[in-house]
């Protein structure tokens, strides 16, 4: 039977057999597989084999492999005393991955002369070995370098072995010489500056060494260390693909190997820059850079691609005047050589060996501890869990970069683990920490960290389209953090829009590849749509509009190809939207309004397609707000009031189904007060309906919504203002004066006091301030209020507006009282800031109404100080009323 | 009869007997694979393969008797 068949059933059996007493098994699988003789023998076969194998036999297998090749290579053939050309081999100095190296005489005694003999293994003089060995010598015909073992000869023995003839290097591995000579630290960092030299010459012919150790640089008797073994260099613009660099990686000594070539990756000259430090390493503390514990290829490639290296001066820590020593410069340089990222280590060999210069000579090194390292220390403490998460990605990214034979079914996997970690990163810790207070650099920290590991994850699959997407959405979410909106205390426009260049970079290409796609072309539209309103925020309107139309373009085109899509929908009305705001800017009134009846006809499909999207009918109620303030400054009150009207049903579905959104709820506030104040507030003029019950009714709602707001969050600062505001309204709109009046008014200047101390550079709160102090007569208060807010408001006449309607009634009232010293200067108060306001606001209508009103308050006081009384100073207050009211 | 510290290669052999025995039952052999070539624990092997460690250990269990036998065949 074949092993297919029935396979099933033999592992049910072998299982619940060995779950038997020994003594009863047979017994038991006889009586189990009664009447089918194949079955038995099969599970009884394989019972057996489980006596037999032992509990370790597979893995003891996978260890004695590596012995075994370990053994091999190590084995000495007998090649002692044979002759290769004219050279006789006298010993073994050595083993190469692919051959091994003799001590050789002329064999014709013509010169008393010794040389190196590397020769192929027989056995191993396959294609590949025979290809290496060419490279070898190709390699070193071309280098001749002091510290590089020169190349004499070559040639093939007679039965067909490759040999190199080299110079011969009577010496001690460099760490043998160091111990042998007891060297100090600065003589073991001057033995390293010629083989730094050395590699940095053969780097300057595109030749990478790649297993610098220990053993290939020996040093004489003259204390001249000499570079030998290019046995696995590599040309980096070798003429044939070099199909082969698996092999070669699993030839080199892992101790001094890079993770890049541990992980079979592309070998560059930095990479031996990382041995070099490696060397540099056990040079200085006796110890090898890396723990490597076990065989196993993961293992292996743990200990050196994961885990953090340790610095030398904590690995001598027992010797403490040398940990001394080591501790800072040493350690940045040889941590810096060593860095896993081949990216941050010295860019070349001179580097190094410029820094060790700069050490030697008690200059400042280049080499500085990783900023890096330095930045998530910091963070560390303030966020510990987010950072556990953090290294448990950083694990996985790293697990999963390396695929190599066997592993690479795990590293698919791992790259699927590790994208989904990722992306948990950016996305859901930092929902996590959102709403925590000041938790905003934390949250670009976090954001940037996820972005890391998606980088390097793109990196190693270009054409990953779901990848793009998902780090076009990590990119956009950082760009969303940098702006800043939604804590107001970091914000940084510029950053945020290198981020959503990023991510609109890498759904271009996903819409490229695939214009269809809904999700990219969905996303493009977000990142254009945020663009535009950071531009705006920081005054670029220009670009802005250039933004919103781009995403409008898009939202038309995924439009026509499908129509029914409500979400494209509501997007192209939030482009008119925000073309709307942004010719509001401009000043261009006709174009917002054109704009916003666009807006209006697809944000009301969009909220009607779903009633139940917050987002949607919040766009809605935004938009009808816009409408109705273009269409009252065209004066269109009707139609502006209608659009207010639309806003509050909106608003009110929304409150009645979700109570406890106090953003709908504000929103609310302020579109009932909208509709109030285009119904009449009482300082009217005489474009308004006037129809103060209706007013008066439509703030009684202002105040109720905005009372609830404030009951339910007292600390509030904004709640505050506006409950104050809202009763402010409330109260001067109440039609008959009284107590109830008098009260509701004295509420809200308690309520704005408050907020004014809380915040006194807020100008609104200031304004509504002025206001209710003067409705309440309290002019005095008013006055004093509005000249300290002025002397930050020169730009802002409303500010010099409101002290007016404060300073005329008082100084007409002092007029008439007869008591002109008083009158006059209170008149002063406006003028002086009337004019200064002239002198440095903008020479707008507004501006130019709001000034000319201090005039006619000029002029109407000395009419009144002129008429009521009579003689010279009568003539001369007529003349100057004159001149006031002539000035406007 | 034991395979384990004698000297000489069974590398090959297991590599044989390995891919005999994924081309009817991939999961033990991948099982094998994590726990051995990739120096993978039984957890983390559990957690590649997402099945319960106590599987991993049944399932390791017949995959050396297995290739035990396998191994011991080949030598006959």
């Known amino acids: 039977m074949t092993q297919a068949q029935g396979w099933e059933r033999v592992q049910e059996i072998f299982h619940q057999a060995l779950e038997q007493p020994p003594e009863a098994r047979d017994a038991w699988v006889e009586n189990a597989c009664a009447g089918d003789p194949g079955l038995h023998a099969e599970v009884a076969s394989l019972l057996e084999s489980d006596c037999a194998a032992g509990a370790d036999f597979v893995d003891a297998n996978v260890r004695q492999a590596v012995l075994d090749l370990h053994e091999e290579q190590t084995a000495k053939p007998a090649m002692e005393g044979r002759l290769v050309g004219h050279w006789r081999l006298i010993r073994e100095l050595g083993q190469g991955g692919m051959g091994a190296v003799y001590l050789a005489e002329r064999a014709d005694s013509q010169y008393e002369s010794r040389v190196a003999i590397k020769l192929v293994r027989r056995g191993y003089d396959t294609d590949f070995i025979l290809r290496r060995f060419r490279r070898e010598r190709q390699i070193l015909a071309r280098l001749e370098h002091p510290n590089i073992t020169r190349m004499l000869d070559g040639g093939t023995t007679d039965d067909g072995i490759p040999y190199l003839v080299m110079e011969h290097v009577e010496g001690l591995w460099i760490t043998s010489y160091a111990t042998k000579h007891k060297l100090g630290v600065e003589e073991r960092i001057r033995l390293c500056l010629p083989v730094c030299a050395a590699v940095a010459y053969a780097h300057r012919y595109f030749i990478v060494h790649r297993d610098l150790k220990p053993g290939n640089i020996l040093v004489d008797a003259n204390g001249i260390p000499k570079l030998l073994d290019f046995g696995i260099a590599k040309l980096l613009h070798a003429q044939q693909p070099d199909s082969t660099q698996t092999q070669g990686a699993s030839m080199l000594t892992p101790d001094y190997a890079s993770p890049e070539q541990i992980r079979g990756e592309p070998v560059t000259l930095v990479s031996d820059v990382y041995s070099m430090g490696a060397v540099l390493y056990e040079l200085l503390t006796g110890v090898l850079p890396h723990r490597i514990e076990s065989c196993a290829p993961l293992a292996l490639e743990r200990a050196i691609c994961v885990d953090p290296l340790v610095p030398p001066s904590v690995v001598v820590s027992g010797d403490r005047s040398l940990a001394r020593r080591l501790r800072g410069d040493l350690d940045n340089i040889v941590l810096r050589a060593m860095q896993k990222e081949p990216g941050r280590r010295y860019m070349s060999l001179e580097h190094l060996a410029e820094d060790l210069q700069r050490y030697l000579e008690s200059r400042p090194v280049k080499a500085r501890p990783d900023s890096a390292t330095y930045r998530i220390d910091r963070f560390v403490r303030r966020n510990r869990v987010s950072v556990a998460l953090g290294a448990a990605a950083a694990m996985a990214v790293l697990a999963g970069a390396f695929a190599v034979g066997h592993e690479a079914l795990i590293a698919r996997e791992r790259f699927q683990d590790v994208r989904k970690l990722a992306t948990t990163f950016v996305f859901d810790v930092e929902d996590a920490v959102r709403p925590l207070p000041g938790s905003t650099r934390v949250r670009q920290l976090i954001t940037r960290t996820g972005i890391e590991y998606l980088n390097s994850l793109s990196r190693s699959s270009a054409r990953d389209w779901d990848l793009k997407r998902e780090l076009a959405s990590a990119w956009l979410r950082i760009g969303v953090v940098q702006d800043g909106q939604e804590s107001s205390n970091l914000s940084d426009p510029n950053s945020a829009l290198v981020s959503f260049e990023n991510a609109g970079r890498l759904l271009d290409e996903v819409l490229r590849h695939d214009p269809s796609d809904a999700k990219a072309a969905f996303a493009r539209m977000r990142v254009f749509y945020e663009t535009s309103d950071v531009l705006r925020v920081s005054g670029r309107f220009r670009e802005a509009s250039a933004a919103a139309e781009a995403g409008l373009r898009l939202a038309k085109s995924r439009i026509a190809a499908d129509p029914k899509n409500t979400d494209v929908v509501q997007y192209d009305g939030l482009f008119h939207l925000d073309l709307v705001r942004l010719r509001q800017k401009a000043g261009d009134l006709n174009g917002a309004e054109s704009e916003a009846e666009a807006a209006n006809r697809l944000l009301r499909q969009a909220a009607e397609a779903k009633p139940e999207n917050r987002e949607s009918q919040l766009s809605l109620s935004d938009l009808y707000a816009r409408l109705g303030s273009i269409k009252a400054a065209l004066g269109h009150r009707d139609e502006a009031l209608a659009s207010y009207r639309n806003g509050v049903s909106v608003l009110e579905a929304l409150c009645r189904r979700l109570p406890s959104d106090t953003q709908a709820r504000r929103e609310l506030m302020f579109a009932y007060s909208h509709v109030g104040d285009t119904i009449g507030s009482s300082n009217s003029t005489n474009d308004n309906r006037g129809d103060l019950p209706l007013a008066f009714e439509a703030y009684g709602k202002m105040a109720e919504h905005a009372k609830f707001l404030y009951d339910a969050d007292q600390a509030d600062a904004r709640s505050l203002g506006d409950y104050g505001i809202a009763l402010l309204r409330l109260g001067r709109a109440t039609p008959t004066a009284g107590p109830r009046k008098r009260e509701t008014l004295e509420h809200s200047r308690e309520l704005l006091n408050r907020a004014a101390e809380g915040d006194p550079q807020n100008r609104t709160i200031a304004v509504h301030k002025i206001w209710v102090e003067t409705e309440l007569r309290d002019y005095a208060a008013a006055i004093a209020t509005g000249e300290k807010t002025m002397i930050s408001a020169l730009d802002d006449s409303s500010v010099l507006r409101m002290m007016e309607s404060a300073v005329r009634p008082l100084a007409e009232e002092q007029a008439r009282g007869g008591q002109r010293e008083q009158a006059l200067a209170t008149l002063d108060h406006s003028l002086r800031w009337a004019k200064k306001v002239d002198a440095a606001a903008p020479q707008t209508y507004t501006v130019f109404v709001n000034v000319a009103r201090a005039w006619q308050t000029a002029g109407s006081v000395y009419t009144i100080l002129a008429n009521g009384k009579t003689g010279q100073r009568a003539d001369q207050d007529r003349a100057a009323a004159r001149a006031w009211i002539q000035r406007k | ?76």
Request: with cysteine; glycine share 6%.
């Open chain 2, 1 to 76: 009869m034991s395979f384990a510290p004698e000297r000489g290669r069974h590398i090959q052999e297991l590599d044989d007997a390995l891919n005999a025995l994924a081309a009817f039952d991939e999961r033990k052999a991948k099982v094998m694979e994590l726990r051995f070539f990739g120096g993978c624990s039984v957890e983390e092997t559990a957690q590649a393969l997402g099945i319960s460690t106590a599987t991993i250990t049944r399932e390791q269990r017949l995959a050396e008797a297995w290739l035990h036998r396998e191994m011991a065949r080949g030598k006959a």
